[in-house]
């Protein structure tokens, strides 16, 4: 679920992006999303307000999409329902929200502020956060789905994937979509024993490639621009989906849409879960499950690299130099459209007649 002359912070996302709550992806899924619409600055200040004890309308949207990502059944262990939310500030949401807080490597403060909530309306994958084993090492924090499953064979092997030829954009050419794809398998390709090879059989491919739109059949339905941008499947599924809704990009500098997505960061993101491997904490890593608009995010962080070697090992023609890693992140910058002639004219004449009088006087 990893480029314009504006920067895109926290306020901006703030101000100008519903918080879209997002599906819950698993092999055991949830047919129903969730979505609340636009709030006014006004209205988020009293939820940045909120304590233990507050009653406030909406806090039970928050609860909902908290339950959505797993922080209420793996923290609590209660089998609870998006029904039974209430609007209380209650104990358990605070905890769910410090696990949140925790997991998104965010300051700690147990309460809806203003980063927090930025990052629950950050676009992102629909795979949820707390569904794996995590295995801690030094300094680094990668998971695992359950039971730790991965293509079983021996190394090394071949994987095949295939692109739906029904599912599929048209704003962007075949060509460049595969060329997206093909570089983000040989990112995990150079690390692991796996190689991965395009297949023009969609039916019999290992790994299965499709942009859906809103319902798909697969109980994750997808939520429009924005919210979810995909989800994927762990082995031995190969299920990937991505939304046809958003605006993929392969270069931000041909592209000045606002919610443009990189589509070889969050191709390089799901083939990590159809590898095997659940959300990272790190947030510079592939696996961290958001991605904001226009930021690229597709090179292997150290933290991606040791997550999936311990599921299939090393590639031997792979530096075992794992320091030299960096991460990849940007945000590239492209130029504002030009500002139209005929406008332009017109601010010139006012400018000229407003001299005028200015000189001339009365």
């Known amino acids: 679920m990893l480029l314009i002359t504006r920067t895109f912070s926290s306020f901006f996302f703030f101000v100008t992006i519903p918080l879209v709550l997002i599906t819950f992806t698993s092999s055991h899924a949830h047919p129903h999303p969730i979505a609340i619409s636009s709030r006014s600055m006004a209205d988020m200040e009293r939820f940045i307000s909120a304590g233990r004890g507050s009653n406030i309308t909406g806090i039970s949207e928050f609860k909902k999409y908290l339950w959505r990502f797993g922080y209420y059944l793996n923290d609590h262990n209660i089998n609870i329902t998006s029904t039974c939310f209430t609007d209380e500030f209650d104990a358990i949401f605070e905890s769910a929200l410090i696990s949140y807080q925790r997991k998104l490597g965010l300051q700690v403060t147990g309460k809806l502020d ?78 692991i024993p796996l190689t991965f090879v395009e297949s023009d059989d969609y039916g019999f491919a290992e790994i299965k490639i499709g942009f859906y739109s809103g319902d798909h059949g697969d109980g994750e339905p997808f939520d429009g621009v924005l919210g979810v941008l995909a989800h994927s499947f762990s082995p031995e599924s190969g299920r990937l989906h991505l939304d046809a809704a958003e605006t993929w990009a392969v270069d931000f500098g041909e592209s000045w849409s606002e919610v443009a997505v990189d589509l070889e960061s ?97």
């Open 114 to 191: 203003s980063l927090t909530i930025s990052q629950m309306i950050t676009p992102r994958c629909g795979v949820p956060d707390n569904n794996g084993h995590t295995h801690m090492h030094s300094v680094k924090n990668f998971v695992y789905f359950p039971g730790k499953p991965r293509w079983s064979g021996p190394m090394p092997t071949t994987l095949t994937y295939a692109f739906s030829p029904e599912y599929t954009i048209h704003t962007l050419s075949l060509h460049q979509i595969r060329r997206a794809f093909r570089r983000a398998f040989t990112r995990w390709s150079n690390v």
């Open 266 to 362: 969050v191709a390089t993101h799901e083939i990590g879960h159809v590898l095997g491997l659940s959300h990272s904490s790190v947030k510079e890593a592939v696996m961290y499950p958001s991605l904001r608009p226009r930021e690229k995010r597709s090179r292997l962080h150290i933290d991606d690299v040791r997550g999936v070697q311990s599921l299939y090992g090393s590639n031997p023609h792979f530096t075992s130099d794992l320091s030299s890693l960096q991460s990849d992140i940007s945000v590239n910058q492209a130029p504002p459209p030009p500002l139209p002639r005929f406008p332009f004219i017109i601010v010139l004449l006012c400018g000229y007649v407003l001299s005028f009088f200015i000189v001339s006087g009365p």
